[in-house]
């Protein structure tokens, strides 16, 4: 049973269930805007993206954050996915994530954006 996030209950009064893909899409949520050290048992599970909104743009920040997540989703995520490509773009207070991946059970490609802050 693969639960939903944000956890809440479906109209049956039951914990929400999601489909395999919007599961693999929520734990990718997850992971890109956890920051490290916020879960106790996992200090090194998260990528910090969240800091980043107000950080100064620059080609130098978008290359290492890249890496960060590509990273971060290799380590946690890549015995469910296959990475293939990350963008990430700042714009004003707005962090836009676009990671493109392989679900490694279906092997379908498959595209999943998140943005956080500002206007999104």
Known sequence: MNIAFPYRFDNRGRTAEATDDRHIRDMIEQLLFTVPGERVNRPTFGTGLLQLVFAPNSSEL???TQAL???ALQQWLGDVILV???QV???DATLRVTIT???RQTQVK???QFAQGGTA
């Open 69 to 71: 997540v590509q990273g």
């Open 101 to 103: 991946y392989v679900n």
């Open 84 to 86: 293939q490509a990350v």
């Open 89 to 91: 773009e700042s714009v």
């Open 62 to 64: 978008a290359a290492a």
């Open 110 to 112: 498959q595209t999943a």
